[in-house]
């Protein structure tokens, strides 16, 4: 058995008249395991804070008995992409953490 699986993925980019570009994902993940969600635990967006913004409109898990819980705003935070820092040079990457919910009905 699969562990988990994309069930939608969504990408919708607009380029403005000026060049920039605004960009909206929307992503579900339907997770089939407990070891599906020590994957999904976390979830992380990386990006670079000197070019771009990143806002996190709404996260979720919805669980099998319809159930919603929202992540909340203390679960989320941005931290500098330990990646990128490593070799001990300031870097403008940074990354979103958001905690998923651990619950399982």
Known sequence: MMTL?????LVEIHVNKDWTVRQRMEVVNKVETEK???????????????????????AYTIHPDGTQDL?????????????????GVYSESKVIRMAITDRWS
Do not use: C
Not at 36 to 58: M, P
Not at 76 to 81: H, M, N, V
């Open 5 to 9: 699986s994309t069930e939608k993925s």
């Open 36 to 58: 599906g969600i020590a994957q999904l635990g976390e979830q992380k967006i990386t990006y670079n804070s000197a070019h771009e913004r990143i806002r996190v409109i709404k």
């Open 71 to 87: 992540v909340t705003p203390d679960r989320i935070r941005t931290q500098d992409d330990q990646d990128d820092t490593s070799n």
